[in-house]
Nanobody
Framework: EVQLVESGGDLVQAGGSLRLSCAAS????????IGWFREAPGKDREWVAC????????YYADSVKGRFTMSTDNANNTVYLRMNSLKPEDTAVYYC??????????????WGKGTMVTVSS
């Protein structure tokens, strides 16, 4: 059974940093596209970052490019999202996803329950 458990969300001031973690189990990283999505209050869910399963390339949404870094620790089945220079508009629930139906992160597979990030101005 695939399980994804996010952690690391917190309240932080604008300009600060956080590192989110996603503990994964029940699947092999190399076989899945692994992503981070977020959902802000009153807004649609937004894709943040994706590790494409075809070649392991990592892609970022324009809104976070240069500030967020996604990485994996395959030995410990953990995915990370390092977030620097946080802005109030980064406030959202952040979700970790994994899917095998595609090499890209469309959010069509497994989802964690999310972790809340709040950035104060």
């Amino acid at each position: 059974e695939v399980q994804l458990v996010e952690s690391g969300g917190d309240l932080v001031q604008a300009g600060g940093s956080l590192r989110l973690s996603c503990a994964a189990s029940g699947f092999v990283f190399d076989d899945y596209a692994i992503g981070w999505f977020r959902e802000a209050p009153g807004k649609d869910r937004e894709w943040v970052a994706c590790i494409e399963s075809a070649d392991g390339s990592i892609y970022y949404a324009d809104s976070v490019k240069g500030r967020f870094t996604m990485s994996t620790d395959n030995a410990n089945n953990t995915v990370y999202l390092r977030m620097n220079s946080l802005k109030p508009e980064d406030t959202a629930v952040y979700y970790c996803t994994a899917e095998r139906i595609s090499t890209w992160c469309y959010g069509l597979g497994y989802w964690g329950k999310g972790t809340m990030v709040t950035v104060s101005s």
